[in-house]
């Protein structure tokens, strides 16, 4: 019998729930590591991630997102750490826009509680946001954030203590399914592991680590900025001030609450429209006229935020060309499961990726609706 059950490559976002949901089934689970706990060369760093339930890419999300909701206060809960902070949220646009037409389909075929506010409304209620005439939102009082670092930690705290043998620095060279159909090899610049079970959660490494399962992914570098705003942080205080996605003119800007020290300031990004790249080759210098673009946009919805360009730091998506993930049994290998391909917005999701994966690995299939992630969907884009 192989010393383990199940190898987890790579304790990000996902594989950190993984290893954790597996070691919890009382599985002997190895995770696999190239970097540190917590580092931030891959998708999971900057602080914090929105949340929400009314979801505009698509209804087929929501139960995802009601079950990763009870999730993150379990794990909240049996961590002992902050995940999860509610702030309610505003998706603004058009009322034709896919931020808020998507947004308003999603919370009434759901049933999700929620308000339409026009643009007076949203002055009134939100003083730092200037919608033009015309833009209307969605408010939803079950939208904020999740703090990225605490999720990864808590989940690795979690997979330690009910057994789970997690390393760190490992690289992995290379996986390979046994022949037989039972059974995986995985090596590293240090050792050959075996196992009966693989679950492959690369993120940004997806194109090297899964090529074989034939996606088209594209690695995206994105940015995430902090300003302090004129006037100070305190407008920006979560009970004013609350997570947003504004669209305008077929792009979408998303930002956060002011959520520590006055000096940590207030954090905003594009959504999508990043340059093309590999964890390799990803430009991590940000450039005065990035900054420039996010803080003429920004600034155009949300005045006062633009006040002092304090810093940024770059991250990466991982793209499929439809935007859903894949996350699924390998096409060719029954005995290993993956989950990629997040494109900019898996993290909400990370608790309930776990229990799926888990529940893929180890039973086969899962009780959760994941037709929409299948790895052998044709991919038109
Ligand atoms: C700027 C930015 C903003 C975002 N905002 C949101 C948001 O607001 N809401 C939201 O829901 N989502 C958001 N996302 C998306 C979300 O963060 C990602 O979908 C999620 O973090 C992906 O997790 P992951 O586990 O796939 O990747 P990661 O957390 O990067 O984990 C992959 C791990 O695999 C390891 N690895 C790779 N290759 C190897 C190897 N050969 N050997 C060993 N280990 C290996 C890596 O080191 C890494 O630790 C955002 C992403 C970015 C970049």
Redesign the pocket.
């Known amino acids: 019998m192989p010393p383990y059950d199940v190898i987890v ?7 950190s729930a993984a290893a954790y949901r597996l070691a919890r089934r009382g599985r002997r689970v190895l995770g ?4 540190t706990p917590v ?1 931030t ?4 760093h ?1 602080g914090s ?3 929400r339930q009314a979801y505009f890419e698509d209804p087929a999300y929501v139960p995802l997102l009601l079950r990763a909701h009870e999730l993150w206060l379990e794990v909240e809960r049996d961590s002992g750490r902050h995940i999860l902070r509610l702030t309610g949220g505003l998706m603004i646009g058009s009322p034709g826009s896919r931020t808020v037409a998507g947004s308003v389909a999603s919370a009434r075929q759901w049933d999700l509680p929620h308000d339409l506010l026009d643009a007076g409304e949203i002055r009134r209620r939100f003083p730092t946001m200037r919608p033009a005439p015309g833009e209307v939102a969605l408010y939803e009082p079950n939208a904020g954030l999740v703090v ?1 670092e605490e999720s990864v930690a808590a989940h690795l705290d979690l997979a330690a203590r009910a057994g789970a043998d997690l390393r760190f620095g ?3 060279r290379s996986w390979s399914a046994l022949g037989d159909g039972s059974g995986v090899r995985v090596e590293t610049a240090e050792a050959v592991h075996t196992a009966e079970r693989l679950v492959v ?5 997806a194109p090297e ?1 899964l090529a074989d399962i034939g996606v088209p992914f594209t690695v995206e570098r ?1 940015v ?1 900025y902090w300003f302090a705003p004129r006037g100070g942080v305190e407008p920006f205080r979560a009970d004013h001030h609350p997570i947003y996605v504004w669209e305008r003119g077929g792009r979408q800007c ?1 930002g956060f609450p002011a959520l520590g020290r006055p000096e940590d300031g207030v954090k905003v ?1 594009f959504f999508r429209g990043g340059r093309t790249c590999t964890p390799d080759t990803i430009d991590r210098t940000v450039h005065p006229e990035e900054v420039a673009a996010i803080a003429e946009f920004a600034g155009a919805a949300i005045p006062d935020l633009p006040g002092t360009f304090l810093r940024a730091a770059t ?3 991982t793209n499929t060309p439809d935007e859903h993930f894949v996350i699924g049994i390998h096409p060719e290998h029954h005995q290993v499961t993956v989950a ?1 391909g ?1 494109s ?5 999701f990370v608790p309930v990726v776990g229990e799926i994966l888990a529940d893929l690995a180890l039973d086969g299939g899962t009780r959760h609706p994941v037709a929409l992630f299948d790895p052998k969907r044709a991919f038109t884009g």
Not at 32 to 35: C, G, I, Q, S, T
């Open positions: 490559i790579g304790l990000g976002g996902m594989g696999l590591e190239r970097f580092h060369h891959g998708s999971s900057g991630r929105i949340t990225p490992q690289r992995v959660c690369p993120g940004a490494w680590m994105q995430q998303y990004a991250c990466m998506y990629c997040f900019g917005h898996g993290f909400k």
